[in-house]
C-alpha cells in the first residue's frame, strides 16, 4: 500500500510564497512522473506542473515562471515553490505520482490535498 501526503498549504497574501511538499511511502520499487494539479471550488482539476525521474519539467501557462516544480528521489517527495501568488492560484493542491510497487505492477496515485489561499 502506498499513501501520499501533502504538507504546507495555508494562508499567504498576494504577492507572497508558498512552498507545499508531498512525500510518498509504503510499498515502492520506483516512482515515475510526479504532478500536482489544483481545484477551485466549482472548477475542473487542472494540471499544475509534472516532472520526470530524470528532473524534466512542464507547466501550465498560468504559472511558468512563477512557480517551480522539484523532486528528491531519494526521499520520494515533489515540492511546488510558489511565488507572486495570485488570489486565482487559491485552490486545494493535490500531488500524484506514478508508482510502481515492482518490475510489473504500476498505478496512479494521489494524495488528499492541501487548501491554499491566497487573500489579503
Known amino acids: 500500500q502506498v499513501q501520499l501526503v501533502e504538507s504546507g498549504g495555508g494562508l499567504v497574501q498576494p504577492g507572497g510564497s508558498l512552498r507545499v511538499s508531498c512525500r510518498a511511502s509504503?510499498?515502492?520499487?520506483?516512482?515515475?512522473?510526479m504532478a500536482w494539479y489544483r481545484q477551485a471550488p466549482g472548477k475542473q482539476r487542472e494540471l499544475v506542473a509534472n516532472i520526470t525521474s530524470s528532473r524534466s519539467t512542464n507547466y501550465a501557462d498560468s504559472v511558468k515562471g512563477r512557480f517551480t516544480i522539484s523532486r528528491d528521489n531519494a526521499k520520494n517527495t515533489v515540492y511546488l515553490q510558489m511565488n507572486s501568488l495570485k488570489p486565482e492560484d487559491t485552490a486545494v493542491y493535490l500531488c500524484?505520482?506514478?508508482?510502481?510497487?515492482?518490475?510489473?505492477?504500476?498505478?496512479?496515485?494521489w494524495g488528499q490535498g492541501t487548501q491554499v489561499t491566497v487573500s489579503s
Open positions: 500524484n505520482a506514478r508508482i510502481w510497487s515492482d518490475w510489473t505492477n504500476v498505478f496512479s496515485a
Open positions: 509504503g510499498s515502492i520499487f520506483t516512482i515515475g512522473l
